[in-house]
């Protein structure tokens, strides 16, 4: 005869597992604003920002942002990795240059 399954216990320990999902989520988010210096706004710029890139359909301002994202974790990476890892990329031929994508229309 096998076992009777303890759903009461097995549903908290998906419940815990949401919650330990969602403080490490909260706790990654917190620390790529402290990061990318988007920490440096307000409150109000910051969630303004983040509600014009959500509310943005442009797929050409999309990949722009999503490659910018790619270029700042490469350029974390490069920093941290020792000399003969780094990629041979310098920052100058990089497109984009300190100007943000954004800096555009804003939000279409």
């Known amino acids: 005869m096998r076992k009777p399954r303890d759903y009461d216990t097995e549903l908290k320990a998906l419940e815990d597992k949401a919650r330990e999902l969602k403080t490490r989520k909260v706790q990654q988010l917190g620390e790529l604003v402290i990061a ?6 307000s409150t109000d710029e910051l969630a303004g920002a983040l509600v014009a890139i959500a509310e943005t359909k442009d797929t050409a301002k999309r990949e722009a942002w999503a490659k910018r994202g790619v ?10 990795a020792p000399e003969s890892q780094r990629n041979p990329r310098s920052a100058a031929a990089q497109p984009g240059g300190p100007q943000s994508p954004a800096s555009g229309t804003g939000s279409q």
């Not at 990318?36 to 706004?41: C, E, R, V, W």
């Not at 270029?71 to 941290?80: D, I, K």
């Open 71 to 80: 270029m700042f974790f490469e350029s974390r990476s490069r920093r941290t």
């Open 36 to 41: 990318t210096g988007a920490d440096q706004l």
